[in-house]
């Protein structure tokens, strides 16, 4: 088992409302204009943090340029989740003994844990685990496997960062259906994540407990989400048919899930649920035969941030951790979905 100390979220400082989006994207695409409303004022999502101002988006140049901005803005973002994980929760960094990152919108070698390893003191010990090409699926994957680290390493703790700026990888020459629906859906976001094995002194501490985790791989599934390389760099691969698998499958997932914990569905309280969208959150609903208020930060986090893909369900955790009326020792499921297609699920308990 392992601890969920205290998760920071941030975003960058340029925020737009979805009409905003709306009217540019209505004006780069005129002739799908009624889908784009359409689409836009269905998705659920009323603003979004941006890297860059609105209009330098139509004139976006090649990866290498892109992931020039994507990397700095990491580092920003990153360096000032850290400061105040470290301000906050007042841990010794030498107790750090591994930290990870997760991204699907950008890259960078050595990648990013070792650039923020050259702005604080850590340990010249600690591990890096950089994680790439889980898309959404990153926020709990991430978290999932920083728990398997501290199993092994119980007086130690760990630093999750997710860091997913999605709209550096917007292409307005693309006027397919799924990158209209990504163009209007998608933001930029940031979160981290202190975790700490059962043996280390903030273990007393905690938010949540982590019980048990699993991993799900459906099969033949590699082009339901993702994206395909080109000379511009990261270009949307999104199915429409993912509330449908969302429906057929993720309500037995999780019941075999529970019945190897030996729960049920009644045993669960509350769900930390990355925010894919509308569809995929009604479709959880669904499958799980939940009402709507049982996701009310998920719908949050969509309304006021938009999908941010794997950072999403970091920002749901903090809210979870810092508004929600939750009983101490009562139970909840955190997942996430992301290509190829795959669930990642987190079995928690609050103290």
Known sequence: ??????????????????????NLLTTVWPLQSSFIEQFTDSSGVESRHLTLPLNYYRDL????KRNIIWKAEALRLQSDNIKKLLDVTKIDIADIGLIASATTTGLAVPSLEALIMNQFPFSPNTKRLPIFGLGC??????VNRVNDYLLGHPEKAAILMVTELCSLTFHFDDESIGNIISTSLFGD???????????H??????????????????PDTERMMGWDMIENGFQILQSN????????????NIDKFLSNNFLTRNDICYFIAHPGGPKVLEALC????????KFALSWESLKTRG??????????????????????????LMMAFGPAFCLEISLIKKH
């Open 189 to 199: 976001g940031s979160g981290a994540v202190l975790m700490v094995g059962k043996n």
């Open 307 to 332: 999908n941010t893909s794997a950072a999403s369900v970091l920002h749901v955790l903090e809210q979870t951790i810092d508004k929600a009326d939750i009983a101490p020792n009562s139970l909840g």
């Open 241 to 252: 048919e993912i509330p449908k698998l969302v429906k057929e499958h993720v309500g037995h």
């Open 286 to 293: 669904e499958t799980l035969n939940q009402d709507k208020d």
């Open 137 to 142: 699926l990153a926020g709990v994957a991430g």
């Open 201 to 218: 002194p903030l273990a007393g501490t905690s938010n949540f407990e982590i019980l048990s985790t699993e991993s799900i791989f459906y």
């Open 1 to 22: 088992m392992s601890f969920i100390i205290k998760a920071i979220t941030s975003c960058p400082e340029i925020l737009v409302q979805q009409k905003e989006m709306q």
């Open 61 to 64: 140049e090649d990866m290498g």
